[in-house]
């Protein structure tokens, strides 16, 4: 059974093995960081069985004007399951007065822009709105 919380202090173990199995190792080069970061975002909704952390997403926000959907998560096995919607549910709920909801991502695969389409969101690429991105 899966239960959610919106804890913003999770264990660095836990935070290694969800973002370590989406392959994001730019993000546990330096755990101390990504934590002060989950710390400090505007809401963190995450996903257990048991004790294990299987998803995670978190937000920044001003709270009133725009909402950016930093990470989703959910680890490769638990995928499918209705987790991911599950939590991106959770910020949607939360930022239903704020009129802008972003969310970038790199993924190119037809799954996840399914995915994200699903969720009610518009690719930039179709003429909507346009994106320019700084990524160091």
Do not use: H, P
């Amino acid at each position: 059974m899966i239960t959610y919380k919106t804890t913003i202090s999770i264990f660095k173990e836990d935070l290694l093995a969800l973002y370590n199995d989406a392959g994001w190792s730019s993000y546990t080069t330096d755990i101390d960081k990504l934590q002060r970061a989950i710390e400090n975002s505007y809401s963190v909704f995450s996903a257990w069985e048991n004790d294990i952390l299987v998803g995670l997403v978190r937000s920044i926000s001003d709270g009133e004007t725009i909402c950016y959907i930093q990470d989703i998560l959910v680890l490769e096995a638990y995928k499918r399951k209705g987790i991911g919607k599950a939590l991106i549910d959770k910020i949607l709920v939360q930022c239903n007065d704020i009129r802008q909801i972003v969310l970038l991502t790199d993924a190119q695969d037809f799954d996840t822009r399914k995915f994200y389409e699903s969720q009610s969101f518009k690719s930039c690429d179709d003429g909507f709105l346009v994106a320019f991105t700084k990524v160091d």
